[in-house]
């Protein structure tokens, strides 16, 4: 265990909501062993919880997509260099980034030359596309900590020091909701048929599924009267879904708090949300759920030549078959979504399946020797400050 002679500094930063999360129960985990500990960098609310004073808004990064990025490019060199000059002016004792690949690599090359120890947080996809990348990853980090189990076989073979650490999203909460609670709450009738849309956390990419959703919603209308959409969402994109969900036919029940979405978790049916994490905690609260998605053409054209694995769905691609559908691109459509979303309402059979195959991708994503994923990276953390902190004294 790593013992400081003085406080350490740890420099971390996340460029998304789903990384605030993770640098927030990392920063917990980490203060629980070395309560003297302090940090500095980027994050977002739930960071800031924890005590960081973000050096500029987290929401200047979350940004995805090769052409939802370009506009942006001169403020995120802008922020990069901000991110190194502050890097180099504290001198912190580690450095962690946490996904956000795009921003977060950059940034530990950057600093390359600074003799500070660094750590990556979620592993790049680069097993899922464009895979020689991982030839540019020698360097840039001491530790890997990668969230799915597979991954370690793959950074490793190719020399890059990987720990798995299992999966946050069992630490999410999010099997823990009250059907009742949220219910009562929101007063919604035993009858109502909730529908839980997730259409991302980044401004740059709720907007694209919001308008289908609606158009979807207008179908439903007469073939399934009592339904009720809920919108999780996180608090920087509230104001963009509040917005965009006027003029849908059906007002949404739109939600910002964690304890609240869960809530709406245990109350939902089905639920159709983009791909990523959000998958996995459907399948932790047990929703049946359908992934769709949609991305400018250029974008999508691009990434379908270089995607070398089967599924885009976590479940999906974890369970190495289709458990859920995925609907994407031309198949983002209205009439498409609303025939899913009464199927996976009235077809038991069908939910029933998708429940029972979420038990056995969950179980996989279990950390080592049953640590809480915060947990097992806090650990892996301090061994690496420790190591640096030997070195330095031998030295």
């Not at 769905?313 to 859920?324: E, Q």
């Not at 279990?366 to 690496?384: H, M, S, T």
């Amino acid at each position: 265990m790593f013992s400081p002679s003085s406080s350490s500094l740890v420099w971390i930063l996340a460029g998304e909501a789903s990384g605030d999360v993770l640098g927030a129960r990392l920063m917990h985990a980490l203060r629980a062993r070395v309560p003297d500990m302090r940090f500095a960098g980027v994050g977002g609310v739930r960071m800031q919880e924890e005590g960081l004073v973000s050096l500029f808004p987290m929401r200047d990064l979350a940004v995805m997509g090769l052409v939802e990025v370009l506009p942006r490019v001169r403020q995120l060199s802008a922020r990069l260099d901000e991110a190194a000059q502050d890097i180099a002016a504290q001198k912190p004792d580690l450095v962690i980034t946490i996904d956000s690949p795009g921003f977060a690599l950059r940034l530990l090359k950057k600093i390359s030359g600074l003799g500070i120890a660094r750590v990556h947080y979620v592993a790049p996809q680069v097993w899922a596309w464009r895979q020689k990348r991982v030839k540019e990853f020698p360097g840039l980090w001491e530790e890997l900590l990668c969230l799915l189990p597979f991954e370690e076989k793959f950074f490793g073979k190719h020399g890059l020091k990987t720990r798995f650490v299992g999966h946050p999203v069992l630490q999410s909460g999010a099997k823990d909701g009250d059907a009742a609670r949220f219910r009562a709450r929101h007063g919604l009738p035993d009858s109502a048929k909730i529908l839980v849309l997730m259409p991302g956390s980044r401004r740059s990419e709720a907007p694209r599924l919001l308008p289908v959703f609606g158009q979807m919603l207008r179908l439903l209308k007469t073939s399934m009267p009592d339904v009720v959409p809920v919108v999780p969402v996180s608090p920087v994109v509230a104001s963009v879904v509040e917005r965009a969900t006027q003029d849908w036919p059906i007002k949404p029940v739109i939600v910002t708090d964690i304890h609240d979405k869960h809530d709406a978790f245990a109350a939902a049916g089905a639920a159709l949300t983009k791909s990523g994490t959000s998958t996995l905690e459907l399948a932790l609260a047990g929703v049946p759920m359908a992934v769709t998605y949609r991305v400018n053409p250029i974008t999508a054209f691009f990434a379908r030549r270089l995607i070398k694995v089967p599924f885009v769905a976590m479940v999906n691609l974890l369970a190495g078959r289709a458990v859920v559908p995925e609907l994407l691109q031309e198949q983002c459509r209205a009439d498409v979504l609303a025939r899913e979303v009464q199927i996976l309402f009235e077809n038991t059979d069908v939910a029933q399946a998708q429940k029972q195959a979420f038990a056995t991708v969950l179980h996989g994503l279990e950390g080592p020797q049953g640590q809480l994923p915060a947990d097992a990276a806090a650990e892996a953390v301090l061994e690496v400050l420790n190591r640096k902190n030997t070195a330095k004294t031998l030295g």
